[in-house]
């Protein structure tokens, strides 16, 4: 343990490049003997710290590209073969070319500006044998920021750093059409009341129709029935309503429709259900949260018809689709 603290010691004071200072007489002065170099430590603790960084950048590299056969293995044996020649370079280091020194007293309670000069230059001293010490420092500086790269790579599964635009972005725009699961087009009229259909963007491929801000639901409500918030109004075609397929809660796909056929003890309107969570949302006020863990209101899609009656998108959504993720409080849908 106590050499692998001076290896450690040793390497970072030859990180930080202290300066010697120059002495008359210098080797006869010396706190540790004066020993020869050792080039073929030195190569080898150089050559170990360059594949410790090559090794810690592979396993960035491994862990960005998910299509690699045994791509967990590989991840694994990157990083721990990375490990590996780091403390392999360190223990050649602690060993070969680093002088050590082991105390036969503890040191006074005072201190002495005479014992603080010996330890100043024992440190000075304990690289002499270290003849490529550029080389060296690189060595471990690449071994050191490519390791520490590894270990912050993992960190971007949290969620997204860069790319976000998958999260903020939808693929409807103001006259879009709405398509049914054959991209056979909606007029109004094929919608009916309490049934529940999905829809997506006309033009959209199948992988495009993956995306959270592409499917939506559509329902017909009789118009008196309808009790939008003023800054809904005319969000609906004739009571034909549109809302984002996915839940706000945890981002499940809403595939129940709650129209009871008779009137209950306490009066209950349509709504959307998620089946996951039971998050149960309201259709005749926009969207609004009846039941269930989601804290959010449900995107509400503006709809119209053209002169030939299909059914087209007025614009974006209302709010952010998805789950209530922390951008989903601050963001606004992107065009």
Same mark, same amino acid.
């Given at each position: 343990m106590r050499r692998a603290l001076d290896a450690v010691l040793s390497a970072l004071v030859l990180l930080l490049g202290r300066r010697r200072r120059d002495r008359p007489d210098e080797d006869a002065e010396r706190v540790l003997p004066k020993l020869p170099p050792d080039p073929g430590a030195e190569t080898a603790a150089i050559v170990l710290f360059f594949c410790a960084a090559i090794l810690a950048a592979g396993f960035v590299v491994v862990y960005a590209i998910d299509s690699l056969p045994d791509h967990t293995q590989l991840e694994g044996a990157t990083l721990g073969l990375s490990l590996l020649c780091i403390a392999a370079a360190l223990i050649v280091?602690?060993?070969?070319?680093?002088? =050590?020194?082991? *105390?036969?007293?503890?040191?006074?309670?005072?201190e002495h500006p005479h014992e603080q000069e010996v330890v100043s230059r024992l440190v000075e001293e304990a690289g002499d044998r270290i003849t490529r010490k550029r080389l060296f420092k690189l060595g471990l500086g690449a071994a050191g920021g490519t390791l520490g790269l590894a270990a912050v790579a993992p960190a971007l599964s949290f969620g997204p750093f860069f790319q976000t635009k998958y999260f903020r972005g939808t693929p409807w725009r103001k006259?879009? %059409?709405?398509?049914?699961?054959?991209?056979?087009?909606? %007029?109004?009229?094929?919608?009916?009341?309490?049934?529940?259909? =999905?829809?997506?963007?006309?033009?959209?491929?199948? !992988?495009?129709? !993956? !995306?959270?801000?592409?499917?939506?639901? $559509?329902? %017909? *409500?009789?118009?008196?029935?309808? /009790? $939008?918030?003023? !800054?809904? /109004?005319?969000?609906?075609?004739?009571?034909?309503?549109?809302?984002?397929?996915?839940? =706000? /809660?945890?981002?499940?796909?809403?595939? $129940?429709? %709650?129209?009871?056929?008779?009137?209950?003890?306490?009066?209950?309107?349509?709504?959307l259900v998620c089946p996951c969570h039971y998050s149960t949302f309201d259709v005749t006020d926009g969207g609004t949260v009846l039941f269930g863990p989601a804290g959010r209101k449900l995107p509400m899609l503006p709809l119209t018809t053209d002169a030939r009656g299909y059914l087209r998108a007025a614009g974006n959504f209302d709010e952010q689709v998805g789950p209530s993720w922390w951008g989903s409080r601050i963001w606004s849908p992107e065009p």
């Open positions: 280091v602690g060993r070969r070319l680093v002088a =050590t020194e082991e *105390l036969v007293e503890p040191y006074p309670p005072e006259g879009v %059409r709405l398509v049914d699961e054959q991209s056979r087009p909606y %007029r109004a009229s094929d919608i009916e009341e309490k049934s529940f259909y =999905t829809a997506f963007p006309e033009g959209l491929s199948l !992988e495009g129709r !993956e !995306e959270i801000g592409a499917p939506v639901v $559509l329902v %017909r *409500l009789p118009v008196g029935e309808l /009790h $939008l918030p003023p !800054e809904l /109004h005319g969000y609906d075609a004739a009571g034909v309503v549109a809302y984002s397929k996915i839940c =706000t /809660h945890a981002g499940c796909a809403i595939s $129940l429709y %709650r129209a009871p056929l008779f009137q209950p003890d306490e009066p209950s309107p349509p709504a």
